[in-house]
């Protein structure tokens, strides 16, 4: 998926769930950050929709960020903040426990949306996860991204409002 459509679901479905912009924003920000460490390690150290792709690597980074901010006494229980009335106080104070959750949400929805695409994401040695429902770069990319877009956003109106 193109990094436009990565951000526009990711900030999407970030606001759809917590009603909070800011967060949603981060959730954007990050949700390019499998194909960034992609592109900065280059081909040679890291083929495309490989090992940065494959959610295993995600959940032992994030886990071991969260044991890292607990021991380090900066994070709690890392999913109470997943509540809307929690995750931001009226003050926009960006925690680090908030920071990893909006990272976690990013890269999820990467991951999700790339599942979704013909080529899919690796899961499991040479197994994949593939929906195929768009090509990458085509047309069917932008169909599948609008409507996800438009879905999120109206179920965000009907709670929310």
């Not at 479905?13 to 280059?42: H, R």
């Not at 926009?92 to 991951?111: C, E, Q």
């Not at 979704?116 to 996860?129: A, D, N």
Request: hydrophobic share 60%; net charge positive; glycine share 8%.
């Amino acid at each position: 998926m193109l990094w436009i459509n990565h951000k526009a679901t990711a900030f999407s479905a970030a606001w759809a769930i917590t009603g909070k912009p800011l967060f949603a924003l981060g959730a954007a920000l990050f949700s390019v950050m499998p194909d960034a460490i992609e592109f900065i390690l280059g081909p040679l150290l890291a083929r495309h929709r490989g090992v940065w792709h494959n959610p295993l690597t995600w959940l032992a980074l994030f886990a071991g960020a969260w044991i890292t901010l607990a021991l380090s006494g900066f994070g709690g229980f890392p999913f109470q903040a997943c509540f809307p009335r929690r995750i931001f106080p009226e003050a926009l104070a960006l925690t680090p426990d908030l920071l990893i959750l909006a990272a976690m949400f990013g890269v999820a929805m990467h991951l999700v949306t790339d599942a979704l695409s013909i080529s899919g994401i690796p899961v499991w040695r040479r197994r994949r996860l593939a929906g195929r429902l768009y090509r990458t770069g085509g047309i069917s990319e932008w169909i599948v991204s609008l409507a996800m877009v438009a879905v999120l956003l109206i179920a965000r109106w009907m709670v929310w409002k």
